[in-house]
């Protein structure tokens, strides 16, 4: 396919300077006419390249954007003829300005806008757009303080347009804007990270000044804001999940995600541990590693503050996250004195767990 494009490209270049060699525009030699063509059938290959990786949605909006900007300076071109005063080259002047200038604005904004259309609604030849319909995602306020959005979006995963709504971005700043030092502090994080996505060439990042006056609850405006342009919702928030399902909105749940990437432990494995605590059971210790999970260790309570070797008997997983449970046999397991970085979490990883043993 490659070549058979490579081939096509190479004979339109051929034939555009040949047709500018024999019928020689402007008046100029030959051989200049004949490299001014080669310079601009470049130029159409170097723009049909660059056409070739714009979604449909951006095309469409671009030529609407473009047919608008024409009709709107048509339609200003007559009021300039009649008001405007000046010598015969000044009028044309400024016709071709408000020409260019409505044209090029048009075309931004219209391939920039061109994402939120819903082409699969159309049916017909735009059918084959239905698979590509969930392609941009909406941030909620929570999961843009959170803060993981913006290493998930540098690893690559995060595909398609990532959009803000307004009323998102004005939440953002009346918590940024708190009095309260903690709110202050989250909102200014959240605008950092909405700095850093911007940031990053690869990702499309968009705000949306679609609103809903008629709904005071920013959760409710995304839900409503899924249901309009049938796209999905990134989110942190247990509740909003909830809702969105409820309503039929897809949802992409950080939360979710970082509990799947979580390392996955067999019952009769062994691993090693940092006793922190006692359990609440007889002779039970408890454990935490690195992620936060809760490690329930039997026979351990001899052993706080001390790292240690367990054999895992069983794990629980429950929708405040995982839980394992262990057993430490002085006879078969190993004790270190020292414990290891990694065995150790720190205060605010053990906050996160929200679980006692």
Do not use: W
Not at 70 to 80: E, F, N, Q, T
Not at 101 to 113: C, D, F, P, Q, R
Not at 198 to 219: A, G, H, S, T, Y
């Amino acid at each position: 396919m490659f070549n058979d494009l490579l081939f096509i490209r190479i004979i339109f270049l051929l034939v555009i300077a040949l047709a500018a060699f024999f019928l020689q525009p402007f008046g100029l030699p030959r051989i200049g006419a004949a490299a001014a063509g080669l310079v601009i059938g470049g130029a159409v290959v170097l723009f049909e390249i660059r056409l070739r990786q714009v979604s449909l949605k951006r095309l469409i909006g671009a030529a609407i954007g473009s047919v608008l900007g024409i009709i709107g300076a048509y339609l200003m071109s007559l009021v300039l003829v009649q008001s405007v005063p000046g010598s015969s080259s000044t009028i044309p002047f400024i016709q071709l300005a408000v020409l260019l200038l409505m044209t090029y604005v048009g075309l931004i904004v219209g391939a920039n806008k061109g994402d939120m259309l819903n082409l699969a609604a159309l049916g017909g030849l735009f059918g084959g757009e239905k698979a590509s319909k969930h392609t941009f995602k909406i941030l909620d306020t929570s999961v843009i303080i959170d803060g993981r959005i913006a290493d998930i979006a540098e690893t690559g995963f995060m595909e398609g347009a990532i959009v803000i709504p307004q009323f998102v971005l004005r939440e953002l700043q009346l918590v940024a804007d708190s009095a309260e030092s903690t709110k202050r502090n989250r909102g200014r994080r959240g605008l950092d990270i909405l700095q850093r996505l911007q940031k990053m060439p690869e990702l499309n990042v968009q705000i949306l000044e679609e609103d809903f006056p008629n709904i005071r609850d920013v959760d409710m405006k995304l839900v409503e804001l899924g249901k309009l342009y049938d796209c999905k919702i990134v989110t942190n928030d247990f509740n909003l999940n909830k809702v969105a399902n409820l309503h039929g909105v897809n949802v992409l749940n950080i939360n979710e995600l970082a509990n799947a990437l979580k390392p996955i432990v067999l019952p009769g494995e062994s691993m090693r541990v940092f006793i922190l605590k006692e359990g609440k059971e007889y002779n039970q210790g408890v454990a935490y590693l690195d992620d936060g999970t809760m490690v329930v260790v039997d026979n351990a309570k001899k052993m706080i503050s001390k790292t240690i070797d367990i054999s895992v008997t069983s794990v629980l997983q429950t929708t405040a996250g995982k839980m394992i449970f262990g057993r430490y046999d002085e006879r078969v397991h190993a004790v270190h004195e020292k414990p290891e970085k990694h065995d150790r979490p720190d205060r605010s990883q053990r906050e996160r767990t929200g679980t006692t043993a």
